[in-house]
């Protein structure tokens, strides 16, 4: 458990723009009945308790502040109509600040940071609750974005994040998270802040010639609860982490190559992806679950559509740019010898199809293909190699272990997928099950690799 120090609120700092209200895109509006997105950081740092407070966290809170004065709808809320006349939209006004909890633990540092087994409750208490909803007149007032700061006295920090998924994607949240370490790193010099942390606002640029928002938000609002509080319900599941090196992987795009003559984008990303749901199926049969074997499995991840607009938006967009590609196949082709292959054509063979089609994006086909996927079959991909955390060095070098946070809950399997720590070219992915089914996937991993 972590023991409260202080729970205070940060503002951004003077200068900052007085009010900003972002409409929301057709990007955006599936995230308004999804879960919370958690994301922990821990940081080796052999420090006391009055090091902690008197040291670290005046300069921490002076550097969020700074950052927030770029990132200012992360202190906002979203602002959901009660009734079906009006629109939801992002807004920010002077005097709303973001939640800070600064807090304690215990619990064994060393233990926390390991790549094996643990229950996924432990990881529960370094990231925060959003704040409580607000009633405004004629809406609800929800807010976006919190932050937890944990001390292991003499051994380490953790920072633990938690966003509405609804003010922005992977690529604007790590964007903030990285500006604050250089901001907190270089002592408050906005000249570290390069470009590609300044976020873009203008959601004009986005075009809408379908009309997918208004669309998407009446079906939302008439067929999904919108629930503004946030909760988190820890389950039984097991949290573990696995490595894929840099040999494995290439091992694995050989044994493809051997076997097609002309694969279709052959990837680090597509053969983990397909390494990690065959061994996942495996393990389902192996521990002996009642499985309809013509029953359809899905695979699910996003792709980042900044660049693949017309016109393209900046890097540096703020908010949702994502769109889900969605594979399946039956559950016999994926548990078979020949699984492996299979999974590797068919998730190369989406990414290769909906990478130029514009047309997928502007019509919501995504959308379509994404609520017509059976959630218990589905696994699905948070996180990306291209967005490394690994990198946020607040001035305690870098992280020593990166976690999501809280995927347990969902119905479906998610794998998150990121950079390794120390081995360059390698993979860290990392799984939320059952733990008989965690302990039958280990080894169904460990020795498919051996064999290789």
Known sequence: MAKVIEQCQVAPSTGSATELTLPLTYFDHMWLTLNRVRRVLFYKLPISKPEFVKDIIPPLKDSLSLTLKHYTPLAGNIVCPLDSSGYPELRYVTGDSVSVTISESDEDFNFLIGNHQKDAKDLYSFVPLLGEPKDAPGVQLGPVFAIQVTLFPNHGVSIGFTNHHVVGDGATIVGFIKAWALLNKFDRDEQHLANEFVPFYDRSIIKDPYELGKLMWVQLRNNFTIEMRDVMNPSNKV?????????????????????????????????????????????????????????????????????????????????????????KTRHVDLAGNEGFTIAVELIGETIQKRAKDEKFVLTGEWFKELVAVDTNRLLSIVGSPKLDLYQADFGWAKPEKYEFVGHDVEKNVSMSLGKCKDLDGALEVGLYLPKTRMDAFATIFTQGLHFL
């Open 239 to 327: 949290k573990a982490t696995f490595i894929m090196r840099r040999d494995d992987i290439e091992k694995l795009k050989n044994l493809i190559l051997l076997k097609k003559s002309n694969p279709t984008h052959v990837t680090s990303f597509t053969v983990t992806c397909a390494y990690v749901w065959t061994c996942l199926i495996k393990s389902q049969d192996a521990i002996g679950e009642k499985i309809d074997e013509n029953g359809i499995e899905f695979f699910g991840c996003a792709a980042n559509c900044r660049a693949r607009l017309d016109p393209p938006l900046p890097s540096s967009y703020f908010g949702n740019c994502i769109v889900g590609y969605i594979t």
